[in-house]
């Protein structure tokens, strides 16, 4: 149980366009989804925090413009790249905060998405 | 600010051996801690989750331990396989619900 995926897991896209990412949870519910980035040998950063049914919470630095979110359901959070450039290259992860007292607190990571602008 | 820290960033050991890895963490105000691993390229297994009451955790060969009021936590992984290579990363729940990553361990075990 709690499986996350990430869709695509790898684009490669031209600079000036548009990139969706999509988050999924698969057998469970999630208000609270996460979504993160890093750079090579790099930790991981946390972008934004999505919450189901409300605005995304970005963190200092993260431009919500840029980094469009969407948590449309309480299984599917999309994190749209928008006019995409070579800078935002990077390793794009999720994560879902489980609706269920056995995972409370607990977190649960997608695949990865790696976008390579051109 | 919580920053978390892991020594070593690096580590290479004979099959066979236990190991210790380190996570601290300055500001001991948490909900949990969580270990994960990541192979290259990939997405974030988890490992173990200790909640803040907790003093450790266990799952088959690992055991992770939790000392808040020092601010420490530790991965210990017994009799050490070469498929246990990956980069280990621990990372902090804070009291303002935001998750702070170390930097990881890159552990290597050498056949």
């Known amino acids: 149980g709690a499986v996350v995926s990430q869709h695509p897991s790898r684009v490669i896209c031209k600079s000036g366009t548009s990139v969706k990412i999509e988050c999924r949870s698969l057998?469970?519910?999630?208000?609270?989804m996460f979504w993160y980035r890093q750079f090579p040998k790099q930790s991981l950063m946390l972008m934004a925090t999505?919450?189901?049914?409300?605005?995304?919470?970005?963190e200092q630095g993260v431009e919500k413009d840029k980094f469009l979110i969407n948590h449309a359901s309480l299984t599917l959070s999309t994190l749209t790249v928008t006019s995409a450039h070579p800078e935002d290259s990077s390793f794009y992860i999720c994560?879902?905060?489980?609706?269920?007292?056995?995972?409370?607190?607990?977190?649960?990571f997608g695949p990865g998405t790696r976008l390579t602008v051109l | 600010k919580q920053e978390v820290t892991q020594i070593p960033a690096a580590l290479s050991v004979p099959e066979g051996e236990n190991l210790v890895l380190n996570c601290s963490f300055t500001?001991?105000?948490?909900?949990?801690l969580q270990w994960f691993r990541q192979d290259p390229g990939k997405g974030l297994t988890s490992l173990l989750l200790?909640?803040?009451?907790?003093r450790e955790q266990t799952s088959g060969r690992l055991n992770a331990s939790l000392d808040k009021s020092s601010g420490r936590s530790t991965l210990y992984i017994a009799a050490s396989q070469p498929g246990d290579s990956a980069t280990y990363l621990c990372?902090?729940?804070?009291?303002?619900?935001?998750?702070?990553f170390g930097k990881g361990t890159r552990l290597h075990i050498l056949p």
């Open positions: 994560s879902a905060d489980p609706d269920v007292a056995e995972h409370y607190n607990e977190q649960f």
């Open positions: 057998d469970f519910q999630a208000t609270t």
């Open positions: 999505s919450n189901e049914g409300s605005k995304a919470t970005y």
């Open positions: 500001d001991s105000a948490i909900y949990n």
């Open positions: 200790i909640q803040s009451s907790q």
């Open positions: 990372a902090v729940r804070s009291s303002d619900d935001k998750i702070i």
